[in-house]
């Protein structure tokens, strides 16, 4: 049994709390996978890679509505997947290395492993490499263990084979003929990837729309543009998964009745899963949500003292962006026990890197009609701005959502390109109280610019006074 002050389970944000500012601290690190976490070795990063990759070889096809004839002549799947991966997979291993060999972490111990708690205050640490054990103790835990994907239970699927988004990039063969379960950001995301480097994408969902959880009048226009790209069966119900010699048929139901679909490869994209239960917390205080989330309070800490949690574990918003947020305060909260701080968790935006860019934040309108909150729309498509015109863009637009008496943004919502770079002003003016009006015109917009289209929602809202 070793003693620690402090434990650190994961090594996604959870790595970055420990800094020089815990020198004289003894540190335990603990990881069970891949060092750095989902985002930079399953997430955001590769898949990001892979998107840009997608958009380049997406151009030939709307290049002659600007007078240039372009051609896709090749894909090459293996030097695409290599360059991605060969620049993240050194990153973590440098990453591990650092914190097991570097002089300034004489004071970190990692392990590789699983770590369950056995007692309160009482980590097992099963290593991966041989099946042993050690048990760790300390003053303060952080747990920062993320999230995995959610396996729907659908018979044949074990026995068929499948991919989720911690697989399917690294295939060592495109597909011709890929099935997509699921259509939220993650599914968006991939079949633009997939589709756009000549892979025949279905995309299946048990939803009306996809990117249901947007603003409704964003995932209906996403849909339509989804539609005419790529198959989409939505309101499919997938209820068996069959072998065959032509490939894997999947079983749905739809409203119209029975539906079948053979394809050579399966990705599951249904969302993810906190990896809660691999912690045993049952032998702690910590308390969990229905669906498994640790419960923090507005210090990120857990119901039993002196252990706290951050990112995918206790968020329902599952975002780097958001952990990262959380850990700089989970660390100040360590460093400062007299002086807390609490997380910001009010204007947290978010977007969808598909074909087109979605963005996101605040209230959508469906929101506020079922909170009871008074709001006008303003409105701009991508189309009347001169930018807009120079990229031929006729189906994106922002939205915009304000209070009609104060002018405060209650949320915007941008579908088109770069809307996670456009709508970065409306997330400023909100954290800061900037109103409608202020922001509009007490500032420069550069003429002619994509954040125009910002400055003209705003000049669009029909606010009092």
């Known amino acids: 049994m070793t003693h620690f002050d402090l434990v650190v389970v994961g090594t996604g944000s959870g790595n970055t709390i420990v800094t020089k500012q815990f020198a004289d601290w003894k540190v335990a690190i603990v990881e069970r996978g891949t060092f750095g976490g989902t985002c930079l070795n399953v997430g955001c990063i590769p898949t990001k890679m892979f998107v840009h990759t997608a958009d380049l070889a997406a151009v030939p096809s709307a290049s002659s509505r600007f007078g240039v004839d372009e051609q896709l002549t090749g894909v090459h799947w293996p030097e695409i997947r290599d360059r991605i991966f060969h620049r993240i997979d050194p990153i973590s291993a440098s990453g591990a290395e650092y914190r097991l060999h570097h002089a300034n972490n004489v004071n970190v111990t990692l392990y590789h492993g699983t770590g369950r708690f056995t007692a309160d205050g009482e980590l097992t640490v099963t290593s991966a490499e041989g099946g042993q054990t050690e048990v760790l103790t300390a003053n303060k835990f952080v747990l920062a263990a993320g999230s995995r994907p959610i396996v729907p239970f659908i018979p044949g699927l074990e026995e068929v084979g499948f991919h989720t988004s911690e697989t399917i990039m690294r295939m060592e063969q495109l597909p011709r003929r890929l ?86 490869e399966l990705l599951v994209a249904v969302g993810r899963t906190p990896n809660s239960d691999v ?44 952990a990262n947020h959380e850990a700089r305060v989970v660390q100040h909260n360590l460093l400062h026990p007299e002086n807390r701080i609490k997380s910001d968790h009010r204007y947290v935006p978010h977007a969808v890197f598909g074909s087109p860019q979605v963005a996101s934040v605040g209230l959508t309108e469906e929101e506020a009609i079922e909170q009871g909150v008074r709001y006008v729309v303003g409105r701009e498509a991508y189309a009347d701005i001169a930018y807009g015109w120079a990229m031929e863009d006729t189906t994106g637009f922002a939205k915009i959502l304000a209070d009609p008496d104060t002018g405060l943004l209650l949320g915007c919502h941008v579908i088109g390109p770069q809307a996670a770079t456009v709508i970065q002003p409306v997330i400023q003016a909100m954290s800061f109280g900037l109103d409608a009006h202020r922001m509009a015109r007490g500032q420069y917009w550069i003429h002619p610019a994509m954040p125009e289209l910002i400055e003209n929602a705003l000049l669009n809202l029909k606010l009092k006074g």
């Open 179 to 264: 099935g997509i379960i699921g259509s939220g950001f993650v599914a968006a995301e991939l079949a633009h990837v997939f589709s756009s480097l000549g892979v025949e994408v279905t995309v299946i969902g048990r939803s009306d729309l996809m990117l249901r959880h947007q603003d409704r009048e964003i995932a209906v226009r996403y849909t339509e543009i989804a539609q005419e790209r790529y198959n989409v069966r939505l309101d499919h119900d997938t209820v068996r998964v069959k072998g065959r010699d032509d490939g894997i048929a999947l079983e749905m139901l739809s409203p119209q009745g029975p539906d079948e679909l053979v394809v050579d």
């Open 279 to 322: 912690l045993n917390l049952g032998a702690t205080g910590v308390e969990l949500e229905e669906d498994g989330r640790v419960i923090v309070d507005e210090f990120q800490e857990t119901a039993a003292e002196g252990i706290y949690a951050l990112g995918d574990l206790c968020s329902p918003y599952q975002l780097k962006h958001v």
